[in-house]
């Protein structure tokens, strides 16, 4: 089993920045991609960004520019830098690992950006 623990969510002003991190615990060995997701009441949970074992990344289109995914091999560890935050990045943000083909998820992160 990989535990994973979110932490860094807020408020925030439009335009403000917010960084997320994400350590991943337990049966680490063989993670390769962490990500993140986000979800808002009535949708489903879709992807904002992820990045592999070797540094490779992936952005949804509504974040590029804007986010940026990074990662600590050697701390076990996953970060999301938000800049330029919008009223729509308002949601629910979930760490994400996939080891051996399974999908380990966190408990959540609430970013609100309003004014």
């Known amino acids: 089993q990989v535990q994973l623990v979110e932490s860094g969510g807020g408020l925030v002003q439009p335009g403000g920045s917010l960084r997320l991190s994400c350590a991943a615990s337990?049966?680490?060995?063989?993670?390769?991609?962490m990500g993140w997701y986000r979800q808002t009441p009535g949708t489903q949970r879709d992807m904002v960004a992820f990045?592999?074992?070797?540094?490779?990344?992936n952005y949804a289109d509504s974040v590029k520019g804007r986010f940026t995914i990074s990662r600590d091999n050697a701390k076990n560890m996953v970060f999301l830098q938000m800049d330029s935050l919008k009223p729509e990045d308002t949601a629910v943000y979930y760490c994400n690992a996939v080891r051996l083909a399974v999908h380990y998820w966190g408990q959540g992160t609430h970013v609100t950006v309003s004014s």
């Open positions: 337990g049966s680490i060995f063989g993670i390769s991609v």
């Open positions: 990045i592999t074992r070797g540094g490779s990344t």
